[in-house]
C-alpha cells in the first residue's frame, strides 16, 4: 500500500500498469493519497523506489483486497464502541475494507438475538469479528448469535470462553468490554494479534478457494467495471469493492444489471460465471459472488 | 474512592472495577463517591451496584450562591458560585420577568422593586438532581441488556439492583441486604 501526497502520483499509477499490477483501492483525502495495489513480486524493489521518490511510504498490506464486518451487540455508549473502531482500524491498517456493524438486538444474556437479514448481511462479507464482553458465562450464552454464520468467524472477547472452538474460527481473550481507546501498548500489542489471527483465518480460506479455483479473480473484472459509467460516476468513496471470491459494487442492481450480466469475461457473458444479487444492505449495491471453473463446467455440461 | 467487587469471576471483577472508575471519572462523579460496593452475578443475571456519598445532596437557595443587598426599592445581588448563574437568572426571570431583572455585568445583577427575603429563599438546585446524576453515572458503567431496574436510595447511599427480566421480591431482598451492608457503619 502507498500513503504518501497526491504529487505525482499519476506517476505511481502509470507504473502500476506498466507493470501488470491491478489498483485495489485508491483513496484521496484532501492532499492525502493512499492507493492499495497488487504488483508482481520482481517489481516490489522497483515500485519501493518510486513510492519514495514521490515523498510516501510503501508497506506489505496482507489483507488487501478483503472487506471484513466488526459486529458487536450494539453499538450503544454502553458496549464496546471503543474496541470496535480500534479493531476495524487496525484491520483497515492491514488493507481491509472494514464495516462497523452493531446488532439491533444484541444485548443481554438471555435477550439477544439475531435476525435472518443480519446474518445475510454478514454473510456478504469475506468474514466477521465478533467483540463480545467481560463475562465467560456471558459470552459462552450468546453463541447463537455467530454460529449460524457461513463466512469465518473470529471471536473477540474478555475472558476465554470454554466450549465455543467449532462455532469460530478462531478466540481472542483479553480485550471486552471498555471505556477507553486502545492506545497502551499492551494493547496495541493485542490489536496485532487480531489483526494476525484475521489475516491467518483469511489465508485459509484463500487456500480453500484455490482448490477450486474462481472462473476469474475479481480484480480482472474490477478492471472491467471501473470503465462502466454508472461507476465513473459514482460519487461513493470506493464503488467497487474487492472480495476473496467476487465484488461489492455500489450501484442499484435493477437499473445496471442487464449491462453487468452482458459484460464480456474471455468469451464468456459475467452473468454466466458469476451470480449476481442485490445486497441485503439494501438496493443500492450488489455482490457478484464468482463461480468456480467446476461450476461452470458444470454449467456448460448442462447446456450441451 | 474505595471499591468492594464481589462476583465469580475474576476477569469481569477487575474488568468491572476499572470500568466503574473510568465512567465516573469520566462523568465527573468519582469525587463526589466515597465507598463503592459492586455486587456481580452474570449467572442471574444480577448486578446490584451500591454506592456512598461523600455528602449528602442538598437543595440550594439563592442566597446560598449569590450576596445580597437592598438599596431603596432596588435589590443588588452579586454571585459568588458561577456555576449556579444560569439557574439563578433563570429564577429571578421566572420571579419579575425579564423586563424588571437587570444582569449589569457577568455577576451583577440588579431587581427593580423586589422583596429581599422572597429573593434569597428562591430554590436554584435540588438534591434530587444530582442523586439523579448520580443514578445516571451508574445506569451507564451497568451492563447494556440489564434493563429491568430497581433504586434504593437513603441518604448519603444510593443502591440500584439490575436484571434483566422480572426484579423478584428475592432481588428487592438481595438489594436491601447490599444496601444495609454498605450502610453499616456509615453515618446516613
Known amino acids: ?8 502520483s499519476n506517476e505511481l499509477l502509470e507504473m ?9 483501492q485508491k483513496t484521496r483525502s484532501a492532499q492525502m493519497f493512499t492507493v492499495t495495489m497488487s504488483i508482481p513480486g520482481e517489481d516490489r524493489e522497483g515500485m519501493e523506489k518510486m513510492c519514495t521518490d514521490i515523498g510516501g511510504m510503501v508497506k506489505a498490506v496482507p489483507l488487501a483486497g478483503t472487506e471484513i464486518a466488526v459486529v458487536g451487540p450494539t453499538l450503544g455508549r454502553h458496549h464496546m464502541p471503543h474496541p470496535i473502531c480500534d ?13 462497523v456493524m452493531g446488532l439491533a438486538r444484541g444485548r443481554g444474556k438471555a435477550t439477544s438475538q439475531i435476525s435472518m437479514d443480519e446474518m445475510g448481511i454478514i454473510n456478504e462479507y469475506d468474514a466477521a469479528v465478533f467483540v463480545l464482553g467481560n463475562f465467560k458465562s456471558c459470552v459462552e450464552a450468546k453463541k447463537h448469535l455467530f454460529e449460524k454464520i457461513s463466512v469465518p468467524v473470529i ?19 483479553g480485550v471486552g468490554r471498555r471505556t477507553e481507546r486502545m492506545r497502551l501498548p499492551e494493547d496495541r500489542k493485542k490489536l496485532e494479534e487480531i489483526s494476525e489471527k484475521v489475516e491467518s483465518v483469511l489465508r485459509t480460506k484463500r487456500k480453500a478457494i484455490e482448490e477450486d479455483p474462481i472462473f476469474v479473480h475479481p480484480a480482472e473484472i474490477k478492471q472491467l467495471l471501473e470503465e462502466y459509467g454508472p461507476i465513473k460516476e459514482s460519487l461513493r468513496p470506493a464503488p467497487i469493492v474487492l472480495h476473496l471470491d467476487g465484488l461489492r459494487l455500489k450501484i442499484p442492481m435493477k437499473e445496471n444489471i442487464e449491462a453487468i450480466s452482458n459484460m464480456e469475461v474471455y468469451g464468456r457473458k459475467l452473468g454466466d460465471i458469476a451470480k449476481i444479487s442485490e445486497s441485503r444492505i439494501d438496493d443500492s449495491s450488489m455482490i457478484i459472488r464468482i463461480m468456480t471453473r467446476s461450476e461452470v463446467e458444470d454449467k456448460d455440461n448442462e447446456k450441451t | 474512592m474505595e471499591i468492594t467487587v464481589t462476583g465469580p469471576e475474576e476477569y469481569g471483577n477487575e474488568a468491572y472495577r476499572k470500568l466503574f472508575t473510568e465512567v465516573m471519572s469520566e462523568l465527573g462523579k468519582a469525587v463526589t463517591l466515597e465507598k463503592a460496593n459492586l455486587f456481580l452475578d452474570p449467572a442471574g443475571p444480577l448486578f446490584v451496584f451500591s454506592v456512598v456519598l461523600r455528602s449528602r445532596p442538598e437543595s440550594k437557595r439563592l442566597a446560598d450562591a449569590t450576596s445580597i443587598r437592598t438599596e431603596g426599592k432596588e435589590v443588588h445581588i452579586t454571585i459568588t458560585d458561577e456555576n449556579y448563574a444560569p439557574e439563578i437568572l433563570s429564577a429571578l426571570w421566572k420571579q419579575y420577568g425579564r423586563t424588571r431583572v437587570e444582569q449589569q455585568t457577568r455577576f451583577d445583577i440588579k431587581i427593580d422593586e423586589g422583596d429581599d427575603d422572597l429573593i434569597r429563599e428562591l430554590p436554584i438546585a435540588s438534591g434530587e438532581d444530582a442523586k ?17 431496574r430497581h ?7 444510593i443502591t440500584i439492583a439490575a436484571t434483566e427480566e422480572i426484579v423478584t421480591d428475592e432481588i428487592k431482598e438481595k438489594a436491601m441486604r447490599i444496601h444495609n451492608e454498605v450502610k453499616g457503619d456509615v453515618d446516613v
Not at chain 1, 88 to 97: F, N
Not at chain 1, 161 to 172: H, K, N, Q, S, V
Open chain 1, 1 to 8: 500500500m502507498y500513503d504518501g501526497g497526491i504529487y505525482r
Open chain 1, 16 to 24: 502500476i500498469e506498466d507493470c501488470g499490477g491491478v489498483v485495489i
Open chain 1, 87 to 99: 479493531i476495524a482500524e487496525e484491520l483497515r491498517q492491514a488493507g481491509a475494507i472494514t464495516v
Open chain 1, 155 to 173: 471471536l473477540v472477547s474478555g475472558p476465554m470462553p470454554d466450549g465455543l472452538e467449532e462455532y469460530c474460527e478462531a478466540i481472542i481473550s
Open chain 2, 132 to 148: 439523579q446524576e448520580i443514578v445516571g453515572a451508574l445506569w451507564r458503567t451497568l451492563p447494556e441488556g440489564i434493563k429491568a
Open chain 2, 151 to 157: 433504586n434504593i436510595s437513603e441518604g448519603r447511599i
